[in-house]
């Protein structure tokens, strides 16, 4: 519940030094409905199918890990019949902190270019074994920046590297 902290504020100050719920709940922005809603303990029916629900998606993920919130549902469906919309499933996994495992791609500053200006032949042709010194090397060019002000500069760092050692 999103304002529980308020509500438990709410009760302290009323059992402590019995200050008036209702100014309180004006004060804080809080409906008296949904203070005495909370201070009841009740759970809506809503409220106790997402709890069951949770439970389910906390165990698909224990069971297998790398699922999102798309496949948990899938599985929901199909694995114990339970139909519900993704973006219920969505907003339980965040609640919960549930997240798939798996890693994506980042897009980072190195990319393929769309239109290289030139493409080297491909001689290695993934033999990477070099017998004797000085048979095959492998380089790459990085290109690094720096402003001064609005100026730009530039630095090339070009690494070699000899394939026996």
């Known amino acids: 519940m999103r304002q529980a902290h308020l ?5 302290e100050e009323h059992e402590e030094n019995a200050y008036p719920i209702e ?3 004006d ?7 949904a203070y005495y809603k909370w201070a009841s ?3 809506s029916r809503r409220e106790t199918e997402n709890a069951e629900l949770a ?3 906390e165990q698909i993920h224990r069971e297998t890990p790398d699922k999102g919130y798309r496949r948990i549902n899938d599985d929901l469906k199909h694995d114990y019949n339970i139909h519900v919309n993704d973006k219920r499933v969505l907003r339980i996994c965040r609640i919960k902190s549930i997240k798939s495992t798996i890693k994506y791609a980042r897009h980072g500053c190195t990319r393929n270019a769309k239109t290289p200006q030139y493409l080297a032949e491909n001689l290695l042709d993934r033999q990477f074994y070099a017998a004797k010194p ?9 290109e690094f920046k720096w402003y001064e002000g609005m100026e730009v500069h530039k630095v090339y760092l070009s690494a070699i ?5």
């Open 7 to 11: 509500y438990t504020a709410i009760r």
């Open 23 to 25: 100014p309180m709940c």
């Open 27 to 33: 004060i804080l922005h809080v409906s008296h409905s």
């Open 41 to 43: 303990g009740k759970l």
């Open 55 to 57: 439970a389910k998606i």
């Open 134 to 142: 000085n048979e095959k090397w492998l380089t790459d060019v990085t």
């Open 161 to 165: 590297l000899d394939l026996y050692d």
